[in-house]
Structure formats: structure tokens, C-alpha cells
């Protein structure tokens, strides 16, 4: 059977999943350098003990911003293919599929936002602060 009841609204599962590997690029350099510049070196160490880790991520960082860089690439791709996906007839579930465009696009653009930040402090802040 074909017709309407095919046709699928986008999935937002890559959006939601680069914005996971984003963050993790905001753990292992952003939120250090934020907690150590405001004087919070305590509540790094006592997260480094919580959450060992961290520390991991900190040392795989190239491999984690590739990896989320990849992802991010890809999502992109995946966005931009789904724009000019059909959205079913059905009223409530065009409207339904248009919402869920401009979500995934919202959590793409927070997701490359997220990155940003995380690769200005692995790589960047550094360099030039110091």
C-alpha cells in the first residue's frame, strides 16, 4: 500500500544525537577551564573523583571533536537532505512535520553552537591566553 500514510516526517534522532557529542566536547574542555578561571578549582577536582572519566575525555579530545565533527557534518547533511522531504496531507500531521524540521534544525544549531564553544577552549583559549 502507498500514499500518504508512507510518508514520514524527518527523523530528529541525528540532531539529538550530535547535540550528546557536543556537550561531550563542552565537558572535557569547556567546563574545566570555566570552573578553574572562576576559582572553582575544588569543584573540579571533586567532579574529576566523581566522574573519572572526564579525565579521559580530556585526553582523547582530538578524537572526540573529530568524532562530534563528523557527526555534525553528517547531521548537516541529513537536515538538508530532509527539507524538501514530502510532509503527509493530513493537516495536523503536516504541521506536525514542520514542527519537527524546525526542532531538528534548532538542536543542529545548538548542537554546532555547543562545538564551537568546546573547540575555542580545547584548542583555541590556549593559545592565546597563554
Known sequence: MTGADDIRP???LPAFLTLFTSTGTLICCALPAL???IGAGAVMAGLVEAVPQITWIGKHKTAVFALAGILLVISGAWQWHARSLPCPVDKAQAAACARARQVSWIV???SVALYAT????AFLAASIFY
Not at 568546546?118 to 577552549?121: A, D, I, N, P, R
Open 10 to 12: 524527518p527523523s530528529m
Open 35 to 37: 570552573l578553574v578561571s
Open 108 to 110: 543542529w544549531g545548538l
Open 118 to 121: 568546546g573547540f575555542f577552549f
